[in-house]
């Protein structure tokens, strides 16, 4: 088994358990979106400003490893064409179980993001991609695709771990590994995320992350810090996660 289905079945396990990204919206948020009251999370606790989104009645979204009913049931209430891509099956089920609660149509698709996104070139305006390339080892072929699997125009809102607390111990007092983290090519690191069920997880770079956006031909708008929302780390203010807006010219 390689180590995207190892993920897919830590996923999978992790909302079974009621993992707080794997919780799918109320019908009460729906409606209020529907009414125009809404916010979406690209990173653990600050709201990405709306004016990222642009007018969304009509447009093509893909939501990338963005599954969990959480995200594209409000764009989809706020108006867009909804497509979402994921690789574990619960968080499928959960977009299923909205989209038949709310009745409304949205596109499921079952895939691996480390391999080419199974679309057309061209075929959205918009991708919305909370924090989940920590999952995948290489991040800059993901940047590629979605550069040509977006329209001229169209957006990347993307979230993004900054490696900084991949350094840390559990209770976040202690450096205990250094950078990069990547545990198929360190056993203690692997063993450490076995010990604590956290998949197999990477850091990256800001070098690999911006730069990699800006290598695949995008041009980066906006930004903006998050913190992880608990913990030692977020009670200092040591944000862990950077939320980014770039866009593929026209």
């Not at 897919?8 to 009460?28: L, S």
Request: negative net charge; contains cysteine; charged residues 25%.
């Amino acid at each position: 088994m390689n180590y995207q289905d190892e993920n897919a079945r830590a996923i999978d396990r992790w909302v079974e358990q009621g993992w707080e990204w794997g919780v799918p919206v109320t019908h009460e948020a729906y409606a209020a979106a529907q009414r125009g009251a809404w916010d979406l999370l690209l990173t653990p606790t600050k709201p990405v400003p709306h004016a990222w989104f642009g007018e969304l009645k009509g447009k093509k979204v893909l939501g990338l490893a963005s599954g969990g009913g959480q995200q594209i049931p409000i764009l989809t209430a706020l108006g867009a064409a909804c497509t979402v891509l994921d690789y574990s099956e619960k968080q499928l089920e959960s977009e299923r179980m909205v989209a038949a609660r709310e009745g409304y149509a949205v596109e499921i698709v079952r895939a691996d993001m480390t391999k080419p996104l199974p679309f057309a070139d061209g075929s959205f305006d918009l991708i919305f991609h909370p924090v989940s390339n920590c999952y995948i080892e290489e991040v800059k072929p993901l940047f590629k695709e979605c550069f040509r699997v977006l329209k001229p125009g169209g957006v990347l809102l993307g979230g993004y771990d900054n490696g900084f607390g991949y350094t840390v111990d559990e209770a976040e007092e202690r450096v205990v590994f250094s950078l990069p983290f990547n545990p198929l090519k360190n056993p203690e690191q692997m063993r450490d995320l076995q010990r604590t069920d956290s998949g197999v997880q990477f850091s990256h770079t800001m070098e690999e992350q911006l730069g990699g956006q800006l290598e695949a031909g995008f041009r980066l708008t906006d930004l903006y810090e998050d913190t992880n929302g608990s913990g030692r780390l977020h009670e200092m203010g040591i944000p862990c996660f950077i939320a980014v807006r770039a866009l593929k010219p026209l």
